[in-house]
């Protein structure tokens, strides 16, 4: 058993964890590709435990309460985006969300309120307006303080770039041809990561919708270089939920 604290830094709603930050470091602990679902509200600035079950899966408790559950997993996308880093910029400025209508602004990923160097600032727009499936694309260049003991970017962090995105392209309505605003929270994510970026160096990120199953709505993600290497993969499962819950106002 070890123990892993959430520094409110890493927070996505105001008062718990980013869901992709929080994934990946579960995800640590286990060799090569996982999943992870996530139980309940992650809380900042809690002492939790990360304990190994018999079954060989994790658990990430706040003291009798189940927090995530992450497994060995094999991620294979059935389809693979990338963009090129002028597309991809491109894609910036056309950000689903602008700053003053964000649902989370002081989101560690996605958070237009955060400042450079301390949220990771990737703000996620469509490649094109006109596609039958939309194409997120972001740009990110990690910040020295996002690290490991190795000097390359910590793999936690390349979950959380995998997440936000994600989650703005679930709200893609396929019958409007639009995206909608509807309140979200990560319930699982599945990673697969090939190499880690070193802080500085320029990666785009693409996320797209695959299929919606009531109140779940699912999309993939991707990670590249800048010259075209692929870094990460991801698969995500997203709830909708009430406004208030997303908060963490009611459960």
């Known amino acids: 058993m070890t ?66 559950t992450g497994r060995p997993a094999s991620v294979e996308l059935a389809r693979l985006e990338t963009a090129s880093l002028e597309k991809a910029r491109a894609a910036e400025l056309l950000a689903l969300v602008q700053p003053h209508e964000h649902p989370l ?27 039958q499936i939309p194409v997120l694309a972001a740009t990110w260049a990690p910040d020295s303080n996002l690290a490991a003991e190795d000097g390359l970017v910590a793999p936690e962090f390349l979950w959380s770039a995998l997440d936000c995105p994600t989650g703005f392209a679930c709200n893609y309505d396929q019958q409007s041809g639009g995206f909608e605003k509807t309140p979200l929270l990560l319930g699982r994510m599945s990673a697969h990561i090939d190499a880690r970026p070193r802080p500085g160096d320029r990666c785009i990120i693409t996320a797209w919708p695959t299929a919606r199953d009531g109140r779940k709505r699912m999309a993939d993600a991707a990670v590249h270089d800048g010259a075209g290497k692929l ?20 459960s």
């Open 105 to 131: 602004p002081n989101c560690f990923v996605c958070g237009p309120a955060r400042a450079k160097g301390d949220g990771l600032r990737i703000f996620a727009g469509p490649l094109s307006r006109h596609a």
């Open 231 to 250: 870094l990460a993969v991801a698969r995500t499962t997203w709830i909708a939920v009430e406004r208030e819950v997303q908060l963490g106002r009611l």
């Open 3 to 68: 123990q892993i604290i959430i520094d409110k830094r890493f927070c996505g709603p105001p008062n718990s964890g980013n869901g992709g930050y929080v994934c990946g470091r579960l995800a640590r602990h286990i060799p090569g590709a996982a999943e992870v679902t996530l139980r309940a509200p992650p809380p900042l600035d809690t002492p939790l435990d990360a304990v190994a079950t018999n079954d060989g899966t994790w658990e990430l408790r706040d003291g009798d309460k189940v927090v995530a």
